[in-house]
């Protein structure tokens, strides 16, 4: 396994930039790459994706020189050994809400003694065994495989404290869409009540020393930044409206 730079970007306090990817293209992960951000989130929960399409995007940007990250269809650990499997270089993990299933992720993404996940012989994520010795390649994953979970639920606000205590995890993401409509606001994420929760946790993960993450769009980035998140990403369609609009106001105008 390659190393992992947005690891070593949060080690040094850095930001890594991404994009979110729903639809099932290579094409768009290269072009990601050819923009210059750091890594691109292959979402399954939300998206059209397949598993062998997930290798194949994941394949993309091994090439290309960005860090695939995939989100999974759910927190289960089978579906995180399915992506892991297919080379992903880290999860960002759908609705933790408690350290317990924070501990679950952990130990889904990492082999033995850092965590449980399913060992085979002959995966891709192993270099089917061709590229070096299965200890190698172990030691190689726990080392280099980014771990993150989804604080997008009122009960993971409430035990943000519990939660950020887990070891193995290395980013902590807000997602603020989920979490508006679980506290009663969907679709608003700048309720006062849910601002106030992604606030107060964003301080939170911070006074811990850890790496918070949140989604943002180019009105938004310099804001989160300025609150302590480093794993950042926008969306495909958020970049093409933005860019669209702005094209037609140009070419519209008088």
Not at 20 to 30: A, D, K, R, T
Not at 95 to 120: C, D, I, M, N, Q
Not at 141 to 166: G, S
Request: net charge negative; proline share 7%; glycine share 8%.
């Amino acid at each position: 396994m390659r190393p992992n730079t947005m690891k070593a970007r949060f080690a040094a306090g850095e930001p890594a930039f991404g994009i979110s990817i729903m639809i099932p293209s290579p094409q768009l992960v290269e072009m990601v790459a050819g923009l210059g951000f750091d890594w691109v989130l292959i979402d399954c929960e939300h998206g059209t994706i397949s598993l062998e399409t997930v290798e194949l995007l994941v394949m993309a940007a091994e090439a290309s020189g960005v860090t695939p990250i995939v989100r999974p269809v759910s927190n289960g650990a089978a579906d995180i050994l399915q992506v892991m499997d297919r080379g992903a270089m880290g999860v960002q993990v759908p609705h933790v809400t408690s350290a317990e299933e924070a501990r679950a992720a952990v130990a889904a993404v990492k082999f033995h003694p850092e965590g449980s996940r399913s060992l085979a012989a002959g995966t891709r994520a192993a270099g089917y065994d061709l590229a070096c010795s299965p200890a190698e390649a172990i030691a190689a994953a726990n080392r280099e495989t980014l771990v993150c979970v989804q604080l997008e639920d009122a009960a993971a606000i409430e035990n943000a404290d519990e939660i950020l205590t887990v070891d193995g995890v290395d980013v902590f993401f807000i997602g603020p869409s989920d979490l508006s409509q679980s506290m009663g606001h969907p679709g608003d994420p700048k309720a006062p009540a849910v601002a106030e929760a992604i606030e107060a946790t964003l301080a939170k993960i911070v006074a811990a020393g850890r790496t918070p993450g949140m989604p943002a769009s180019a009105d938004a980035v310099q804001h989160v930044l300025s609150r302590g998140a480093r794993y950042i990403y926008t969306h495909v369609p958020k970049l093409l409206g933005a860019a669209g609009r702005s094209y037609l106001a140009a070419a519209k105008s008088p």
